[in-house]
């Protein structure tokens, strides 16, 4: 089963640069790399999604090595309201039907604090 | 206005009741997902669904049951047979399964 390691928890300042890490090594050939954000009581908001390299949007950064078993999520200068579980998504091949899903892990809980 | 509703907000269920919680979307989407979420925990995936009138089980389905009559909507049914049924359900949907997943606004259940 395809899934991710994500460290359980971080914490920072305000104005600092986060860079959250997750690590994938089954990820199939195929397979992009996405990342969400949730606050407590709402639903995951797509952050940014790769597949190689680096792809960068206006709320973060992602960097994916060459080998792709990891992927980091960068927040630049991060707010009080940057405060929340980060996800890490790869997917997954059912066995007994082929049909594909993407796999949530347990996410990282980031702290920012004044 | 588009994107993902789910309705009730909040919804309280006795003993032995079945209640299903709504979950409509306008984006034309064909893939939609039903998830779990305990408190402190990820998301579990109970459902989901490919293409209308088919669905699959997620990794929790014991307790819950779907239907896709129609691409816009993926109901799901919490049964008395979910003998733990308080957490916080959302739904999702997606153009292709392998596209970004787009999430409602979640419906809470809580046992009476």
């Known amino acids: 089963l395809a899934k991710t390691t994500q460290p359980i928890s971080m914490d920072s300042y305000e104005g600092q640069e986060v860079n959250i890490t997750c690590s994938h090594n089954?990820?199939?050939?195929?397979?992009?790399i996405t990342w969400y954000q949730q606050f407590p009581s709402q639903g995951p908001r797509f952050i940014i999604q790769?597949?190689?390299t680096k792809v960068t949007n206006e709320v973060a950064s992602l960097f994916i090595p060459a080998d792709r078993k990891s992927s980091t999520l960068s927040l630049p200068r991060v707010s009080l309201s940057d405060t929340a579980v980060y996800y890490c998504?790869?997917?997954?091949?059912?066995?007994?039907?082929?049909?594909?899903?993407?796999?949530f892990g347990s996410g990282t809980r980031l702290l920012v604090r004044p | 206005d588009g994107g993902i509703t789910q309705s009730p907000k909040y919804l309280f269920r006795k003993e032995g009741q079945n209640v299903t919680l709504s979950c409509e979307q306008n984006?034309?989407?064909?893939?939609m997902y039903w998830y779990r979420q305990d408190p402190g925990q990820g998301l579990r995936l109970i459902y989901y669904?490919?293409?209308?009138?088919?669905?699959q089980k997620g990794d929790i389905a014991e307790g819950y049951s779907v239907s896709r009559e129609k691409k816009e909507s993926f109901p799901l049914t919490v049964t008395s047979a979910q003998k733990n049924p308080t957490a916080f359900y959302l739904c999702?949907?997606?153009?292709?399964?392998?596209?970004?997943?787009?999430f409602g606004p979640g419906t809470r259940l809580l046992v009476l």
């Open positions: 999702a949907s997606s153009n292709t399964p392998q596209e970004t997943q787009y």
């Open positions: 089954n990820i199939a050939t195929n397979d992009y």
């Open positions: 790769g597949y190689k």
């Open positions: 998504l790869v997917g997954d091949i059912s066995k007994t039907d082929s049909s594909y899903k993407l796999i």
């Open positions: 984006l034309n989407h064909d893939a």
């Open positions: 669904s490919q293409i209308v009138n088919d669905f």
